[in-house]
């Protein structure tokens, strides 16, 4: 068992590559426009263009990696190698999106953005497969997502940080933050992951190596409940979710009356470090499900409460906002340490451990939950005729309220009530497992048997 092998300096050490990676998401969104829009002068409807292409690439480059990581068994390891080839390709990204030089196109931004998207890919799922198979043991998978998480809710911190502190500078552009921000990520990629590759030990491929094949990888993924119904909890959830946060600006600023939910935003972050351990403790004493499910309500709740939020109630607002970062952690980790579960009822079949395909799939679905929950509530207030330079009319003012927080509310309520039926439990999850050492021990028996013969 792996389990006896990884302390906590080793998982503490296996968090710590997500630092960086949860560095790079909020300047991407918040920055990039201004910097290759308002200082390069490219079209808004290009960028935006762009932006949706590289992200679709992601629904052919996520099956490629998912399956390639769990086939390919190079001598250095099959989850290991990628932290090599994906932190090559993410400082390469990094430093040609976030500091690129004077008179570039849309072809050269396309080609950069996707080389990052590329690189995270590359980093992202290997990994996540790997924290899977670090143990075996139920509530330690939870430990290992949420120091993950932890790690991953610090670099979004940074991001909010490292340009406030860049911003209050006198005659700083856009362009500068996004300089600050590459160099802590050229810095902090390639350290954390010398660290977990040097520090962490990678548990050896399963004995069992199945031949890829679609039909087949499909069908073992519909057949498997627990999977299926943690996929819609996930899709549901983060388009509810997404929903919400696409328009976060446009109702702070025409339905609340804040001028910058910037500093709301660092305090929501924080609030969701501080959850990470509460979370954590929750889902070992009521299980993961029952955490979830809890972190789910609570959400449900904050969006529907911001309803009844008025012009000039700021502090009401932002004690919502930080409700629900408290719960953020949860959102994030929980789901991840499910889904390493419910691997566990294909290797009992198989013997073979298809984590990276498993979470290949997962990553499709939160960005096809990405793209609706972002695009949704725009078309919404467009068919609306909400101005997004600013509204003062009722109707439109009303369809931004229900896009923030009625429709949120319902999806995540939805979210929350699949997810209590979720049947994987702890002492389901001990019986597969024993199931599983029972059939390895027999398929070792039957190697040395062989090699003795």
């Known amino acids: ?108 931004f396309f080609a950069a953005l996707s080389l990052v998207y590329f690189g995270f890919t590359l980093i992202q799922l290997p990994v996540y497969a790997w924290a899977a198979e670090l143990s075996s043991d139920y509530h330690l998978r939870t430990r290992i997502s ?17 340009p406030s502190f860049v911003l209050a500078q006198k005659g700083v552009t856009s362009a500068d933050v996004m300089a600050a921000m590459s160099h802590f990520i050229l810095i902090a990629m390639p350290v954390c992951a010398a660290i977990v590759f040097f520090l962490v030990p990678e548990p050896p491929a399963p004995i069992a190596k199945s031949s890829f094949k679609l039909f087949a990888t499909l069908k073992t993924l519909a057949s498997n409940k627990s999977f299926v119904r943690i996929t819609f909890v996930v899709l549901i959830a983060t388009i509810g979710e997404v929903f919400r946060q ?96 419910t691997v566990d009822i294909d290797t009992a079949k198989t013997l073979d451990r298809q984590q990276g395909v498993f979470f290949a799939a997962i990553a499709m679905v939160q960005k096809m939950g990405f793209a609706l929950g972002g695009g949704l509530p725009l078309l919404i207030l467009g068919a609306a005729n909400y101005r997004s330079v600013g509204e003062t009319l009722p109707l439109p003012l009303l369809a931004l309220r229900v896009s923030y927080s009625v429709i949120p509310a319902v999806l995540v309520l939805i979210a929350a009530a699949m997810v209590w039926g979720y049947a994987l439990s702890a002492a389901r999850h001990r019986v597969i497992r024993d199931e599983i050492d029972a059939r390895l021990a027999a398929a070792s028996e039957q190697v040395l048997a062989k090699a003795s013969g």
């Open 1 to 108: 068992m792996t389990d006896r092998r990884v302390g906590i300096g080793q998982i503490i050490a296996f968090g710590t590559v997500q630092l960086p990676l949860g560095a790079i998401g909020l300047p991407i969104a918040i920055y990039l426009a201004p910097l290759y829009g308002g200082q390069l002068g490219l079209g808004l409807q290009l960028i935006g263009t762009a932006l949706i292409l590289a992200r679709m690439s992601d629904f052919v480059v996520d099956p490629i990696i998912g399956v390639l990581t769990d086939r390919w068994r190079p001598r250095i390891g099959r989850r290991r190698v990628w932290l090599i080839l994906g932190t090559i390709a993410m400082m390469a990204g990094v430093r040609l999106l976030f500091q690129p030089g004077s008179g570039v196109g849309i072809v050269y």
């Open 246 to 341: 696409s328009i976060t600006v446009f109702f702070a600023r025409d339905v609340v009356g804040v001028g910058n939910v910037g500093i709301i935003y660092f305090y929501y972050f924080a609030a969701a470090l501080a959850g990470v351990p509460f979370w954590t403790w929750l889902a070992r004493r009521i299980e993961k499900h029952r955490s979830l499910c809890a972190a789910l309500a609570v959400v449900a709740v904050a969006d529907a409460a911001m309803f009844f939020v008025g012009h000039g109630q700021t502090t009401l607002f932002a004690m919502l906002f930080v409700l629900k970062g408290s719960c953020y952690g949860a959102l994030l980790m929980l789901p991840g340490a499910m889904v390493a579960d």
């Open 146 to 162: 949420s120091v993950g998480q932890f790690f991953g809710i610090l670099g979004l911190i940074v991001s909010t940080l490292i």
